[in-house]
């Protein structure tokens, strides 16, 4: 881990297992059209108007990865049962964000996540399919209270508290950033699905990873029904 949370709500890591997080950079650079070591230069082949539209196309395509779950699993654990214990859900579907320079439609202004209804208990997993620095990163508010950017790379797996304030600012680079993230929470914090229908566990969550002890005593409780 190259900092924590001396300096930053956050862990950065390298990916154990870098097949899935390659198999996922394939599959955006085949929705978008372009070779995976020119992904940082998208903006050069399109329009800002249609960035968006490529990000929709890109995100369902994604989402039809057969098993991804499981290729997630294997890249970040044993990090995230190290944060948030053994037995996790997590978000049904992953997001892709698309970054162009001087695209001020993507600008996502400081926030924290619980303020919109997310769950105040979970982690989210951010996954950089182009390196990201300066102005075109995602942007913490660290323990001093300084705005800045997170710099890493492809390869690396961000997991980050988004009760910390969090956003970006404008990209003035002249790469496109690219990256990945959903979120994790462990299965037993509550559920807020009440207060936020579209946050409700199988609507928004679904089963992630269980320890042995959880898997036996789930099968203990079905057997004394």
Known sequence: IRFTVKQFDLSIFKANNTEFIEKLRDSVCQSLKIEKNSLNKYHKQTSLGRINSARIDCFNKINRLTDWKHGIAKTISPHIQYLLGHDLAIQRQMNISIQAPNDSSSILEPHQDYRSGDSP????IWIPMTGCKESNSLFLENRDGRFEPIECDFGDIIIF????IHGN???KT???RVSINFRIKNWFT???GEQVP???FGIYYEDFIFSRSTLRAFN???ESI
């Open 121 to 124: 208990f979970q982690k989210v």
């Open 169 to 171: 600012i404008l990209n």
């Open 190 to 192: 509550p559920d807020l």
């Open 174 to 176: 002249d790469n496109t």
């Open 161 to 164: 508290d988004p009760n910390t």
């Open 198 to 200: 579209d946050r409700q």
């Open 220 to 222: 203990l409780l079905k």
